[in-house]
């Protein structure tokens, strides 16, 4: 008889994944040690923009253990222009090659490289090589970049704009203003943030020129996306390219690109017929490697006196950078998309203005569009909460749709899959005590201290998503095989990378086919074993690629039971399939294990007629929706009347995700979510100066949050489960960094309330806010 298991889904289990990254057994990049290899280094301008009058590079290459030294005019023909994957009409886009041709227009822009024996030796030749630059105007600032007049990024295109994309919908955005008793407006500013991994990112090509074959070993989140678009940089067709991405030490949006380097190490590999590597320091990191964020714009409400909302128009600035990375464009467009957040906003129009400054190209960051949007509208709902008089939660709860409402269609253009907001809400007020929440805030005040409550409502897009709506196209790919073992083989076209698929996949299988989870290998990041596959972003994951795994699964269960019925001698209608065992109860009475089963499968001496041998099926999942998981936070902060340092006293947060495969994961992954959030309110922010100089460059000068600047936590969660997938689930990677930003920040405005600020620009570091404090006749700082 079948044993009863305890479900492995739903359990809080520790990564498999983690036993060798703790002992430091796991390989990345780095790790890659191959015969013959020869090392890289590369020049970067030191000029925010200038024309380059000469290289000379002959004391670079006269060098002992100097390999090579070569310039644009050596590689660029050979390497193809950096690719954009985004469509946005009427797109004026730079041409980017992998090195500067005769122009730099950031300072980091690549201008040679160097390959040695010894990455030192690289070093001292790219310290070599004189550069002759002529500095030309700059413009760093994104506003002042679209006034006429301004120095021009590329004075090819004519104009600092890339493009003016909008989004409206709904009713009428005109007769909202017009029928509106009042009209509140206000500005927000998205600082630039750098995403800062922990692994700087890297690249090691080797080419076999006898079968032509190129394998990269690069530390990307999108091996399959890369062997996609690497070929019309290189040359070498996608069937003669293998790209494998191990451990990843980090990535949070940055690493979901084509970067020119990849490009370059390849050509070179190709060139030299070795090895090559490449390691990026922390400094390059900081200043090539893509930025986030960086949103400006003025924001109008139509409200009526009782806290309605009637519409909401803006015109938003994004800073785009000097050049576009594989979906820099098109990650402001996804603010727009959800800008009404978990309201009912009947009317909507957003301006968004993609600009070029002559500062690194921004992208993905962890959030990538929608943080900037729940940003907006929660700062903007606190704002009129306090410019009417009415409760802020209130106002939050009038403009909720009713769960009954679901799926529901926003004014943005969106459809939400499900959605409890109010049940989310009402944990998130249960957990933190709100009402002793709001006297303890009352009674500190009232003792001269400064503390205050913020809270946060959030929807996201997550599971990117239908191929319609995706540059590449949004299904997933996996396989499943029974071995002949009774051991069981995940392929999968995801490319974890922290996110713990590893463990959750095996979860869902050893559930559903009813084996321990010992027995499930789960493999992934090399398009050599999973031939197919659109990777890790957009919280896409296991709510993509598990569903693909799941449809595999009940191939395989539907193909054993057809062998189960015929070793049975009866119809597969009549077997039964539960725990790992087949049994056809009531007419043969018989059972059957998979160790048996798949033997019989793959010796394959006593098939029934027109069954293939083996037990192995691989499945194409494309969902027809995204999905929109929600939640509510709420934080509690005080702050130093002296230092104007912010301390987080209490942190709830209420996430729901769908139906939880693994709550550690998932607490795992908020917890770090919110540190970005942490980082983004009281620490970080990309500086450059007027002349388009970095000044933000290293951790010495780029604030990130320590152990000490981060609460404990209280966690929970409601379940709503998504119709757009087999499984329900919604995505959790992003929910942290989405759902926290803004609660922390109205927290801290909350506490300064009393000395008549209303609202400071992120981030809100002890400097601002001491200033804050002392200027209380301005409210904006």
């Known amino acids: 008889m079948a044993e009863t298991r305890t479900p492995y889904v739903g359990r809080a289990m520790k990564r498999i ?67 954009c994957a985004a469509a946005i009409p009427d797109l004026k886009a730079p041409k980017h090659t992998v090195l500067a041709g005769d122009r730099v227009y950031y300072v980091g822009h690549p201008v ?90 890297g690249v090691v090509a080797s080419f076999q020129p006898g079968e032509g074959t190129l394998t990269i070993w690069t530390s990307t989140q999108i091996p399959h996306l890369l062997r996609t678009l690497l070929p019309a940089m290189i040359g070498v067709p996608e069937n003669k390219l293998r790209i494998v991405a191990p451990e990843v030490g980090g990535g949070f949006g940055a690493k979901l690109n084509v970067y020119a380097e990849e490009a370059l190490v390849a050509h070179l590999a190709m060139r030299l017929r070795r090895p090559v590597k490449w390691i990026e320091s922390r400094r390059d990191n900081a200043a090539a490697t893509i930025h986030g964020r960086d949103q400006i714009g003025e924001y109008e409400l139509a409200v009526r006196n009782d806290g309605t909302i009637l519409g909401i128009r803006t015109r938003t600035i994004a800073d785009l950078g000097s050049y576009l990375q594989l979906l820099t464009p098109a990650i402001p467009t996804l603010t727009g998309l959800v800008l009404t957040g978990c309201y009912r906003i009947p009317a909507v129009k957003m301006e968004i203005v993609g600009v070029y400054t002559h500062k690194m190209a921004t992208d993905a960051y962890r959030g990538a569009g929608r943080p900037e949007a729940t940003y907006l509208i929660e700062r903007l709902m606190d704002v009129v909460a306090n410019e009417l008089g009415v409760d802020r939660l209130e106002i939050r709860l009038k403009h909720f749709p009713q769960p009954s409402e679901f799926p529901f269609a926003t004014s943005c253009g969106l459809t939400y899959d499900s959605g409890n907001y109010q049940g989310a809400l009402a944990k998130a007020k249960q957990l933190a005590n709100w009402d002793q929440l709001v006297k303890d805030r009352d009674a500190a005040r009232a003792s001269g201290q400064l503390s205050g409550i913020g809270v946060s409502t959030y929807v996201e897009i997550c599971a990117m998503g239908p191929s319609k709506a995706m540059p590449a196209g949004g299904w997933e790919w996996g396989s499943v095989r029974m071995e002949i073992s009774g051991k069981v083989t995940v392929v999968t076209g995801v490319s974890p990378h922290g996110q713990g698929q590893e463990t959750t996949f095996a979860q869902i299988v050893a559930d559903r086919i009813g084996v321990p989870i010992e027995d499930v290998v789960v493999l992934h990041g090399d398009t050599n074993v999973a031939p197919y596959g659109r990777d890790t972003y957009g919280s896409r994951g296991t709510a993509v690629g598990g569903s693909a795994i799941v449809m595999s699964i009940d191939k ?38 998979w160790t048996e089963l798949a033997g019989e499968a793959y010796v394959a001496k006593n098939l029934p007629a027109g069954l293939e041998p083996g037990l192995e099926a691989s499945s194409f999942f494309e969902p027809q929706n995204f999905t929109f998981p929600f939640g509510t936070h709420i934080v509690a902060v005080d702050v130093d009347r002296d230092t104007g340092r912010v301390k987080i006293t209490k942190y709830v947060a209420v996430d729901d995700c769908g139906p939880q495969i693994n709550p550690l994961i998932v607490e795992g992954q908020l917890q770090g979510g919110i540190a970005h959030s942490i980082g983004q309110v009281l620490f970080e922010k990309t500086v450059y100066d007027e002349n388009g100089q970095l000044l933000t460059g290293e951790f010495m000068d780029y604030a990130l949050p320590r152990a000490t600047d981060i609460p404990e936590y209280v966690f929970g969660h409601t379940v709503t489960p998504s119709p757009v997938n087999p499984l329900g689930i919604k995505g959790v990677g992003e929910a942290g960094t989405i759902g926290a930003t803004p609660a922390i920040a109205n927290a801290v405005i909350d506490a300064l309330a009393p000395l008549g600020v209303t609202h400071l620009d992120l981030p809100m570091t002890p400097e601002r806010v001491w200033q804050a404090m002392k200027t209380t006749a301005a409210t904006t700082v």
Do not use: W
Not at 562 to 576: G, I, K, M, P, R
């Open 112 to 201: 040679a490289v160097a390959v040695a024996t010894d990455p030192y030796i690289a070093r001292d030749a790219i310290e070599a090589i004189d550069v002759d630059y002529d500095p030309l105007p700059v413009v760093a600032d994104a506003e002042a970049a679209v006034k006429p007049g301004s120095p021009l990024t590329h004075p090819d295109l004519g104009s600092n704009v890339a493009y003016t994309h909008t989004v409206a919908g709904g009713s009428s955005i005109d007769e909202a203003f017009r029928s509106a008793d009042r009209v509140i407006r206000h500005r927000l500013v998205h600082q630039r943030l750098t995403p800062m991994p922990i692994e700087p990112r």
């Open 17 to 83: 994944e983690d036993p060798r990254l703790i002992k430091g057994i796991g390989t990345y990049v780095d790790d890659v040690r191959l015969p013959g290899i020869v090392h890289t280094a590369i020049l970067r301008s030191p000029h925010a923009h200038a024309r380059i009058r000469k290289i000379d590079v002959s004391a670079a290459r006269a060098l002992p253990g100097v390999v090579a030294v070569l310039t644009g005019a050596d590689v660029n023909d050979a390497c193809g222009l950096v690719p």
């Open 556 to 593: 395989i269960v539907a193909k054993a039971k057809t062998l189960a019925a015929h070793l049975f001698e009866t119809t597969s209608d009549h077997v039964t399939f539960e725990n790992g065992v087949f049994t056809s109860p009531g007419v043969t009475n018989r059972e059957i294990g």
